[in-house]
C-alpha cells in the first residue's frame, strides 16, 4: 500500500526517524495487536497504537464504563457511561484515526476461546486486572510463540516485562503460579493513582512498537518496576526457568488452565 | 548480618507505610523470619512453611546475603476487581 497525503502528513514524525522511515510506518499500518483489557492500561496502550497508525487493533473487554473508572481510564468518557468499555474505546480511537481498524472483542478470555481470539496477531499485550486471565494470557502465547507485552498495576507502583516465547523466559519462571485468592488486593480495595496505567500503558506501546519495527531492545528477560512516590525505575533480571511449568524443558502444563472458578469460589 | 529491604507498595502497610526497612540475616528465609519480628504478619504474605512464595521474588546483589547488602521483594500484581484480600 501506499500513503495518501493526509497520510504523509499524520505519520511525518514517524517518517523522519530514520528508524522508522516509511517502510516501518508501512510495517505499523499492516501489524495487527490484540489487547486484552480496556481499562486503565488498555486505554492509553490503544490510544498511543491508534495514533502511531497500528492497522488494526482488537480490543478485548466485557466490562461496562462505570464513573469510578474514569479517574484513569482515559478513552472512555461521561458519554459512554454504562456502554461495553471495547465499544467506548473504539469510539475514541476511531475519532483520533480513522485509518485504523478496530475491533472491539466484548468477550471475557477463557481457556476455551483465547487461542482463537489471538492466534492471527502480531502481538498481545496484557492489560488485564486479575491474575487468572493474566496466567492463561502468558500460558497461551506461549503455546502459540506469540509475543506478550505485559504490564500490571497496582497503588504507586507498575510491572512491564515483554515476553517473546522460545528466545527468553515467560511470567511463569518470574513468578511459577498465582497467589491463592484473596492474597493480593485488587485496586478496588487497594487504590490506584490514575496517572500510574499511563505511565505505564506508555512503556508497553513503545515495546509493541519495538517488536514492530524490530528496533532496539526489547524488554525480554527483565521486569521493569516503577516506583511513582520515588520516582525511580528499576530492572530486576528474570532467569529463564528450566523447570517452568509451561515454557521449561519438560513442561506440565500442556492444556490452558482455567484458574477462575477456583478464584470465584472463594 | 544488616541489610535494607525494599518493601513493595503491596506490604507497605505492615511496615507502617516504611518503604526500606532495616532486617538481619544471612540467606532470605533467616531475613523474612526477621521481618516477621519486627513487623508481624509480613512472613505470612511472603512465605509458606519456610518457603518464599512462589508469586514473590527476592532480588539481591548475589545469592547469600552479604552485610549492608540491598534486598528487594517484588510480588506479582494485578490490578482490578478481585474480592478479598489480607495484603
Known amino acids: 500500500m501506499e500513503f495518501n497525503e493526509e497520510q504523509l502528513q499524520r505519520y511525518s514524525r514517524h517518517i523522519i526517524l530514520p528508524e522508522v522511515g516509511g517502510k516501518g510506518q508501512k510495517k505499523i499500518f499492516e501489524s495487527k495487536v490484540f489487547i486484552a483489557g480496556a481499562g486503565g492500561l488498555g486505554c492509553p496502550v490503544g490510544y498511543y497504537l491508534t495514533a502511531a497508525g497500528v492497522g488494526t487493533i482488537a480490543l478485548m473487554d466485557n466490562d461496562a464504563v462505570e464513573l469510578s473508572n474514569l479517574q484513569r481510564q482515559i478513552a472512555h468518557s461521561v458519554k459512554t457511561l454504562g456502554i461495553n468499555k471495547a465499544d467506548s474505546a473504539k469510539k475514541t480511537f476511531e475519532a483520533l484515526n480513522p485509518d485504523v481498524n478496530v475491533i472491539p472483542v466484548k468477550e471475557r478470555l477463557t481457556n476455551k476461546n483465547i487461542l482463537e481470539l489471538i492466534k492471527d496477531y502480531d502481538v498481545v499485550v496484557d492489560g488485564t486486572d486479575n491474575f487468572p486471565t493474566r496466567y492463561l494470557i502468558n500460558d497461551a502465547c506461549v503455546m502459540l510463540k506469540k509475543p506478550l507485552v505485559s504490564g500490571a498495576i497496582l497503588r504507586f507502583e507498575g510491572q512491564v516485562t515483554t515476553i517473546l516465547p522460545g528466545d527468553g523466559p515467560c511470567y511463569r519462571c518470574l513468578f511459577e503460579s498465582p497467589p491463592p485468592p484473596g492474597l493480593v488486593p485488587s485496586c478496588q480495595e487497594a487504590g490506584v493513582l490514575g496517572v500510574l496505567p499511563g505511565v505505564i500503558g506508555a512503556l508497553q506501546a513503545t515495546e509493541v512498537l519495538k517488536l514492530i519495527l ?40 500442556k492444556e490452558l488452565i482455567d484458574y477462575t472458578q477456583e478464584y470465584c469460589a472463594i | 548480618m544488616a541489610v535494607k529491604v525494599r518493601i513493595p507498595v503491596p506490604l507497605q502497610r505492615l511496615t507502617q507505610g516504611k518503604e526500606e526497612v532495616e532486617g538481619n540475616g544471612g540467606t532470605v528465609i533467616e531475613l523474612v523470619r526477621d521481618l516477621d519480628k519486627k513487623f508481624p504478619g509480613i512472613g505470612e504474605r511472603i512465605s509458606e512453611g519456610g518457603k518464599i512464595r512462589r508469586f514473590v521474588n527476592f532480588y539481591v546483589n548475589e545469592e547469600d546475603i552479604k552485610d549492608g547488602d540491598e534486598v528487594s521483594i517484588v510480588p506479582a500484581i494485578a490490578g482490578g476487581k478481585a474480592v478479598n484480600s489480607k495484603w
Open chain 1, 214 to 253: 524490530g528496533k532496539g531492545k526489547p524488554l525480554k528477560g527483565e521486569l521493569l518496576i516503577y516506583d511513582a512516590l520515588r520516582t525511580n525505575f528499576r530492572k530486576v533480571k528474570i532467569p529463564k526457568n528450566p523447570d517452568c511449568p509451561i515454557c521449561g524443558e519438560n513442561p506440565t502444563i
